[in-house]
């Protein structure tokens, strides 16, 4: 019977694995990462169109890997079965798990309503590594609980750290979060934190080391030290202290949770807290399910960088506890709790008949979807029905059953949809063009993660930008959004893609960035901006390194030099020129009162060509000193920082991010050639503001742009009149809209 309820299972989703496209996001991304690893033989290092990409472990890399060595191709079934058996494995363990303290029936509903929660399900047919990472976690606690209550096999103290590294190995540091703070936590609850030893001793911790020592020697003698940093360091402790991806307020899970269990969120969260209030948390197997979630909770609140889907290992344990509670609270109490969900899902099939005056949805012009929509209605009022009898069970489960015939319906007809949901039907266009025309070469433009349809193409696919300095024939395809069109001129015809057509659009940059009037206010300011360009650069796959940063007496910076390099730094970065001003509710006031702080950004071209620039040594005064910034003890010990002054121009020009005082000089020296360079084209063409642009004071009055969080937020670019009402969005890197939209209006 367990084996045909999984099939069941299994089959409602079999249409969504079969005819799905894949995502252009992430999806897209995981199989070019992997095709690229096959191209280049690496196995434990990754790289995404030549950019570094320690996000992830290997495992499920190896997992997309393996299916293109076996199939020829991605294929989306083969992929989607790592995220499906994860899931129906999850609800099997958690039944496992528990058998004798829950009867058959309440065990059947909470697998029901596990599988048809929000997030959960949306895991269980995405190509995403959580719900594997989910299942190793689960296994891991399991274990643990086996040894804890005596049932375990001699095999299970080895399993136990054996899983944990899997799902490190999985998705990274959540995977030994969640286990190594719980078990403890448990412990302590029980009083019998001493025998701590009995689950994570030496030998535990031998194999858990062990195994990632491996893993790390892998990485090292394939990547190198600035990957095995990258992953080590800037994946996890910097994600999670300061994150420079997903970074959310500490209260958004709070927020999240209600849509990502819905429709049976407000049962787990009421039934949750009438256990704490009755003090129903009264066995091993309920306390440990608490701790998890709390601890787990907690923990991931805590994190800089927030997911909806990261909580998405503690769902089971919040559903299969509530039901551990169930028998002890009186039912008719919570009734409410699925009578308003199943409410709602009641007119879902009416609406669809009222939805097409208002919202323009293709999958509404599908008579698979009002189908479901049907059932889904009708599966509501079942419910209902069963719940007005005093039927809990039959009316939850009638909802869940109904939720998965909608989601078997409704995903029969997903083919029709894919051109909406993927990018499969614009490539399929792009080969039939190239094979009839004789088209060797692919372009992308307004495509968001078009360089990725390599995988599709099976040849790389270039940015539509990078034919501006070249003669375009007939045989450029480019793909703009969802339709396809062949050039027989220059790629002047895109609308971007005119105003980069500079001098110097192409180059990378060096970006400078010095506070102005305010103290230390200005130096945090300072600070501020340099993480916004940070973020900027990580967000679009801009490599940026320190140059050279003197850091604030207090807080903040007293300069910074960034290098950034990238397609077309300089032609999107050249407009940064000038100061920019903030309006915040100062955090180094004790009367928090409002300030007013400025900074001017500097943007240079690095100019690659031999320039010929004369230098008289007596013009120089060259001083060496102790680095000051990041770099560690080999950087800081000895005078390897370079400061070179051109004393005619009074141009100065720092260097510190190489430990050699030779190499640092030789940087310097490149970027004072870079600057009196641009000084004579700026004397020569009148056009100051164009290629450097600095301001003569960094104070009120002078600014490009400001950034206002108090009273009111706002981004306001005072050239252009661009604003933006999002200055936290703006700041964590999201700048590309304006940058494009600065392009236009000033050039």
């Known amino acids: 019977m367990k084996i045909t309820r999984y099939l069941l299972f299994f089959a409602c989703f079999i249409p969504l694995l079969y005819f799905r496209d894949f995502t252009p996001n992430n999806e897209l991304k995981y199989l070019s990462i992997a095709d690229e690893a096959l191209r280049e033989g690496h196995w434990f290092t990754f790289w995404n169109h030549g950019a570094l990409y320690a996000d992830k472990p290997p495992l499920y890399l190896w997992i997309v890997m393996l299916g293109k060595w076996l199939l020829g191709t991605h294929s989306m079934f083969f992929l989607g079965l790592f995220s499906l058996i994860p899931a129906l ?16 029936d309440l065990r059947l509903s909470s697998q029901f309503m596990l599988l048809t929660s929000g997030l959960f399900t949306g895991s269980a047919i995405v190509l995403r590594m959580d719900m594997l990472m989910s299942l190793f976690i689960i296994l891991s606690l399991y274990t643990f609980y086996r040894i804890y209550t005596g049932r375990c096999s001699p095999a299970d103290p ?35 934190f001493k025998t701590i030893g009995k689950y994570l001793g030496w030998k535990q911790w031998s194999i858990l080391i062990g195994l990632c020592s491996l893993w790390f020697i892998a990485v090292y003698l394939e990547g190198g030290k600035t990957y095995l940093n990258n992953l080590l360091f800037h994946q996890t402790i ?5 994150s420079f991806r997903h970074k959310e307020p500490f209260w958004y899970y709070l927020k999240t949770i209600w849509y990502s269990l819905a429709p049976w969120t407000l049962f787990y969260v009421v039934v949750l807290l009438i256990g704490i209030r009755k003090h129903l948390y009264n066995n091993d197997i309920k306390q440990l399910f608490l701790t998890i979630l709390l601890t787990g909770f907690v923990v991931l609140s805590f994190s800089s960088a927030k997911l909806d889907i990261y909580l998405l290992p503690l769902f089971p344990f919040m559903a299969y506890l509530a039901f551990l509670l169930l028998p002890e609270i009186a039912l008719p109490k919570i009734y409410f709790t699925i009578v308003l969900p199943a409410a709602v899902l009641v007119f ?58 909608s989601i078997l319906i409704g995903s029969v007809n997903i083919s029709e949809l894919n051109k909406y949901i993927g990018l499969k039907n614009i490539t399929q266009k792009a080969t039939r063009i190239a094979q009839e025309d004789g088209i060797k070469n692919y372009y992308f433009y307004k495509l968001r993660s078009g360089k990725n349809l390599d995988s599709y193409l099976n040849k790389q696919i270039n940015e539509g930008l990078e034919l501006l300095n070249s003669d375009v024939d007939n045989d450029i395809i480019l793909l703009i959004s ?35 009037a305010g103290g230390t206010e200005s130096c945090d300011w ?13 967000k679009y796959n801009y490599k940026w390194e320190i140059i050279d940063e003197q850091n604030g007496e207090e807080a903040g910076i007293k300069s910074v030099t960034l290098k950034v390099s990238g397609d077309y730094a300089y032609g999107y970065l050249k407009n940064e020129t000038g100061v920019h001003r903030l309006v915040r509710i100062s955090p180094f006031d004790a009367g928090a009162r409002r300030h007013t702080s400025f900074a001017s950004v500097s943007i240079m071209p ?10 008289k040594e007596s013009d120089l005064k060259i001083d060496v000193y102790h680095s000051s910034g990041a770099g560690g003890q080999s950087v800081n010990t000895s005078n390897s920082a370079v400061r070179i002054t051109h004393i005619p121009t009074k141009t100065v020009v720092t260097c510190q991010n190489e430990r050699s005082q030779l190499n640092n000089k030789e940087q310097a020296m490149k970027m004072l050639k870079n600057k009196l360079y641009m000084i004579e084209l700026e004397k020569e063409r009148q056009k100051t503001n164009e290629l450097k642009g600095e301001s003569s004071s960094i104070n009120f009055g002078s600014q490009i742009r400001s950034y206002i969080l108090e009273p009111y937020k706002m981004v306001k670019d005072h050239r252009t009149n661009y604003q933006n009402n999002e200055p936290e969005k703006i700041l964590d890197g999201n700048i590309m809209d304006m940058l494009v939209y600065n392009l236009k209006e000033l050039k």
């Open 526 to 538: 300072a600070s501020m901006l340099e993480r916004m360009y940070q973020r900027f650069c990580e």
């Open 606 to 615: 690095e100019i690659k060509k031999e320039i010929n620039v004369e230098i």
């Open 89 to 104: 494995w999850i609800l099997f363990i958690m039944d496992k798990w528990v058998n004798t303290a829950l009867p058959s």
């Open 348 to 405: 879902v099939f009416p609406a669809l008949f009222f939805l097409p005056a208002f919202l323009s949805l293709p999958w509404l012009e599908s008579s698979y979807f009002y189908f479901a929509a049907f059932l889904l209605s009708s599966s509501a009022i079942l419910c209902l029905y069963y719940l007005y009898k005093n039927r809990f069970t039959n009316a939850t489960n009638s909802l869940s059953v109904g939720l998965l015939l």
């Open 238 to 242: 910097n994600r999670a202290v300061d």
């Open 482 to 516: 969802e339709e396809l069109s062949t050039l027989s001129s220059k790629i002047n015809d895109l609308e971007t893609a005119v105003t980069l057509n500079g001098e110097f659009d192409s180059l990378n940059v060096y970006l400078e960035i010095h506070p102005g």
């Open 158 to 192: 080895i399993k136990l750290p054996i899983y944990i590294f899997l799902a490190i190995f999985t998705k990274g540091p959540v995977g030994l979060i969640i286990p190594l703070l719980t078990i403890p936590a448990f412990l302590l609850v029980k009083k019998q």
